[in-house]
């Protein structure tokens, strides 16, 4: 039976870093209060008129071309999981695909806000379980400093700017994305979104003043549901592949909250040391830090090591993915 194995990880983010203490002459906030409650120190910021998601995904993709020596015109299928795309349209991917000279590929965006990354693994692992294609890129990436409001103290601590992108490739050994577990439930809209600038509420002035282009998020809600739904998803996973805590050699949630990582990693029965976190450095990138992580601990992975990934984000979207990662990283 053919699996999706990933062969190849690549990571980007800017060199530009928004520090607790520069926001602190933004708006009534502080280091200690930030770190106690989500667990964030600095976040990176992409500047410039003009760049989007795609320059960071770019870069992120070019990086996995070189490590897996594969050539653009090989490359079947890219997908970009974004929340924040540099265009309605033409999609991110399409911009990747052409900034890497990637002509003989289809290239196409998918929406799960945080999960997106995860959702997108599910997707192209399908693609090259088909037997029909057999290098897929999957993005995931967000310039979530493009709709952060820095005049609203609960928000824009939380977030900043990175991609990530992995290769897929098809083996029949047991390596490979093994299993996936996804919801979508509908209830979390009112309480985490953003409403302006789509067809709902087209961008106006009107629009603008009521600062609907940036995220909403009601914090209290939000937190209660992403502890107990990534924590039950990741525990679900394990119970269903017949994994212990011994059994599972790394733990990669979604980099939102400390607080939300530390529930979900003790539903899990995991120590620390198992559990990857960069959450103090990046912030909240959205559909980027799960491939970040890949990115950052790639040459501690061996080959064989059972990883789960898990998310949570708005929609309210959620789900873990089981990975028996398929070479060494630090070779």
Known sequence: MIQAAITGVGGY???????????????????????????????HILKGEGKGTSVMATEAVKQVLAKTNTKPE?????????????????????????????????????????????????????????????????IGGDKMTSITNYKDRTTCPLFGDAAGAVMLEPTEDEYGVRD??????????????????????????????????????EGQVVFKHAVSRMADVSAEIMERNNLTKDDVNWFIPHQANL?????????????????????????????????MCLFEWEDKFKKGDNIILAAFG????????????????SK
């Open 259 to 291: 607080r939300i990582i530390d529930a979900a990693a003790n539903r899990m029965g995991l120590t620390k040391d198992k559990v990857i976190v960069n959450i103090d450095r990046y912030g909240n990138s959205s559909a980027g830090t799960i491939p």
């Open 74 to 138: 090989d490359v079947d299928v890219i997908i970009c999981a974004t929340t924040t795309p540099d265009y309605p349209f033409p999609s991110t991917a399409t911009l990747v695909a052409h900034n890497c000279g990637i002509k003989n590929s289809m290239a196409f965006d998918i929406q799960a806000a945080c999960s997106g990354f995860i959702f997108g693994l599910e997707v192209g692992s399908n693609f090259i379980k088909s037997g029909k294609y057999k290098k897929v890129i999957v």
């Open 314 to 329: 708005a929609g309210f979207t959620w789900g873990s993915v089981y990975i028996k990662w398929a070479y060494d990283g």
């Open 180 to 217: 996936t577990i996804l919801h979508t439930d509908g209830f979390g809209t009112p309480h985490l979104h953003m409403y302006g600038g789509g067809s709902a509420y087209p961008a106006s002035s009107e629009t603008i003043e009521k600062d609907m282009h940036y995220v909403y998020q």
């Open 13 to 43: 983010a800017p060199e530009d870093i928004l520090t607790n203490q520069d926001l602190e002459k933004l708006v009534e906030t502080n280091d200690e209060w930030i770190m106690s409650r989500v667990g964030i120190k600095e976040r």
